[in-house]
């Protein structure tokens, strides 16, 4: 059997641990799948004596990741430590600047550096793989680097944050407020130490960033991407979205349109029979739509433990393998730079507003609505004690910009009491 492939592991944290019992735990069926014994030889993080449930006494101790990075004795870097820049960017560079293979969890660093930091190890000759760092467990990235390699992608779409699909489960099941949702979701420890992280669609966002630049051979786009979190979704909407069908999911969409690379991460109405529709709690779900394979669904945990080192362990067994992909499946410096579609496909949309009970006050809105090119295929008003109706409207396919116009000119009617809530109704 050839030499034993050698890791350096920087965080210790749920994944790092995850990943030494796998290692540990596994060690004959990685070598025998793999046709080499996976060791880790050294190891580092912020606190050494911390009792993690494994025993970590045989392997070498690192105060600084850097010189983790560096070490002779190693092959391969693991990075689990987080964080897009800091010691993570600057060990990972340290890692590949020494030629190791690098194997990291972080989708921030990859969302925002992931450019450069392929073209450097793809300079080096060694790996920089990432599953982890993407929907947890699934091997979406595997998918569509390998499995999907002979298709034309024509749209990538998740669920691809826990956190927020267990918030919206929670209120729609058990009618809690968002703020109740969101308490209990802390309770079980489910939010990132910076919550916006999650509930802003900020950490979805870094996933769909990889997920698109693999998808449509671009350089990785962070900041094209629409983005908008959870905050602003009430029970109300939760349900008058489920009378007419549809659930409400934080969802991220990747599409080749006419006019550019569409990338958004919002609340969007899916069909509550659709696959999306039906994925509830913290688990993830993406959806890849290929020109040969047509569509195909991947569901499973996004987050914890094991399947994150599960999704780990499998760029450790491709490495130990001798297979060394490009970081986004083809070489960084063949990426092409993304033309931004300035505005979104049509789609249709679910409208909710409070309407004044008098006559003619549905006409209004139906003329503004008319005027701009918006056409209504359902509406729904719902019993009301006070004087303010709610009312529902579900649109045919309409350019957001001309939603957008009417909505602005809303207010005019003198009949519509607060603002609309406009929500994107998708395709799947
Ligand atoms: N906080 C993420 C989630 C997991 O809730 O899905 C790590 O990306």
């Not at 999911?249 to 609340?267: D, I, N």
């Not at 579609?341 to 003619?360: C, F, I």
Request: hydrophobic residues 45%; charged residues 20%.
């Amino acid at each position: 059997m050839t030499e034993p492939l050698r890791l350096g592991i920087a965080g210790l944290g749920t994944v790092g641990a995850g990943v030494v019992k796998i290692v540990q735990r596994q060690s004959q069926l990685i070598s025998a799948r793999t046709g080499r014994r996976v060791e880790i030889t050294a190891v580092s993080a912020r606190t050494r004596d911390k009792d993690r449930g494994v025993n970590l006494s045989k392997y070498a101790w690192e105060e600084d990741p850097v010189a983790l990075a560096r070490r002779p004795d190693i092959d391969v870097y693991v990075e689990l430590m987080g964080g897009d820049a800091g010691p993570a960017k600057a060990s990972t560079e340290a890692a590949i600047a020494a030629g190791k293979d690098v194997v990291t969890a972080n989708k921030a660093m990859l969302a925002l550096h992931g450019q450069e930091l392929a073209e450097a190890a793809e300079a080096k000759g060694v790996a920089l793989r990432y599953e982890a760092a993407v929907a947890g467990g699934i091997p979406v990235i595997k998918a569509l680097t390998e499995g999907l390699a002979g298709n034309g992608i024509s749209r990538v779409m998740g669920v691809m944050n826990g956190t927020c699909n267990y918030i919206l489960t929670r209120m729609g099941d058990a009618g809690l407020t968002y703020e109740e949702a969101f308490a209990e979701a802390d309770g079980l420890g489910y939010l990132e130490a910076d919550p916006n992280l999650d509930v802003g669609g900020i950490d979805a966002a870094h996933k769909l960033a990889i997920l698109a630049a693999i998808a449509f051979g671009t350089k990785v786009d962070f900041d094209a991407i629409q983005l908008e979190g959870i905050g602003s979704i009430t029970i109300e909407d939760i349900r008058r979205a489920d009378d007419m069908g549809y659930r409400i999911k934080l969802l991220g969409v990747a599409q080749s349109t006419g006019r550019g690379l569409e990338t958004r991460m919002s609340p969007c109405l899916v069909p509550s029979a659709s696959p999306l529709g039906q994925l509830t709690g913290g688990t993830n779900m993406v959806v890849l739509e290929g020109d040969s394979v047509g569509q195909i669904v991947l569901r499973g945990a996004g987050a914890g433990e094991g399947p994150t080192a599960s999704a780990v362990l499998s760029d450790i067994c491709d490495i130990a393998r001798g297979l060394r992909l490009p970081t986004f499946g083809q070489p960084a410096t063949t990426l092409a730079s993304p033309t931004r579609a300035n505005a979104g496909a049509p789609s249709a949309y679910y409208l909710r507003m409070e309407l004044t009970d008098k006559p003619g006050a549905l006409a209004k809105v139906a003329t503004i609505l008319g005027d701009n090119g918006v056409s209504i295929d359902r509406m729904r008003q719902y019993d009301h004690p006070g004087d303010n109706a709610p009312v529902l409207i579900v649109t045919h396919k309409t350019a957001r910009a001309d939603l957008d116009a009417a909505l602005g000119q809303l207010p005019r009617t003198g009949v519509v009491t607060g603002a609309p809530v406009a929500l994107r109704i998708e395709e799947v």
